[in-house]
């Protein structure tokens, strides 16, 4: 109940196409989703993130869609750049625990040139 | 946004010692995290730092072999106890700040253990 499952596990995109990563989710207590976005060597970085009574929300190239009745939602990412090559982390926020996140288990986006 | 900074940043360290990883937050961040990331692999929450009094462990994790401190607002320590090659991973330290909407994570820090 505590999990966020994600996937595709690796995903690889020519440049310009569109990257598209979903997670799901059990616990209807989590209220809060953001993606993070790791590069080798980095930690984590706060990418976009969503509240469940929004179903998108979207930041230049970034787009988070939320379907709260499936407990599903996934990262967009239009016209995908050779710097967007990272692992993405989907995130859900577990209010009745202090505030603490549970993360998906990651996805390694290759952007080819 | 919050500033969060850790170090060491990297270690080498022999079987059976211990590491301190040290974590200072700004001012904005109310709530403190360790997590530990195993190479290739998701975070996985370790415990929250509590100021003054002992950290809440998640399952699987005991205080005996990650003790932390968190004796003001600003600074957490991490320690990994009789460390062994199992414990080479990454350590973030994350902090929330007053919303709590978001976790803001520090580099990490790179365990390897010989």
């Known amino acids: 109940q505590q999990q966020v499952k994600q996937s595709p596990q690796s995903l690889i995109v020519q440049k310009g196409g569109i990257s598209i990563i979903n997670c799901a989710y059990e616990?209807?207590?989590?209220?809060?989703f953001p993606w993070y976005q790791q590069f080798p060597g980095k930690g984590p970085a706060l990418l976009i993130a969503?509240?469940?009574?929004?179903s998108e929300k979207k930041e230049g190239r970034f787009t988070i869609s939320f379907n709260k009745s499936a407990k599903q939602f996934s990262l967009h990412i239009m016209d995908s750049q050779p710097g967007d090559s990272a692992t993405y982390f989907c995130?859900?926020?577990?209010?009745?625990?202090?505030?603490?996140?549970?993360f998906g288990p990651g996805t390694r986006l290759s952007v080819l040139p | 946004s919050a500033v969060i900074s850790q170090k060491p940043s990297r270690d080498i360290c022999q079987r059976g010692t211990s590491l301190t990883i040290q974590c200072q937050v700004d001012s904005q961040v109310t709530m403190m995290f360790w997590y530990r990331q195993q190479p290739g692999q998701s975070l996985t929450l370790i415990a929250t730092?509590?100021?003054?009094?002992?950290?809440?462990?998640e399952s699987g994790f005991v205080i005996d072999k990650f003790p932390i401190s968190r004796p003001n607002l600003t600074f957490s320590t991490l320690t990994v106890s009789n460390m062994s090659p199992e414990d080479s991973s990454i350590y973030l330290c994350g902090g929330t700040v007053y919303s709590g909407n978001t976790i803001y994570f520090g580099e990490g820090s790179w365990l390897t253990v010989v």
């Open positions: 969503i509240r469940p009574d929004v």
């Open positions: 616990n209807t207590a989590f209220d809060y």
């Open positions: 730092a509590n100021q003054g009094s002992e950290a809440t462990y």
């Open positions: 995130a859900a926020r577990r209010d009745n625990y202090g505030q603490n996140f549970v």
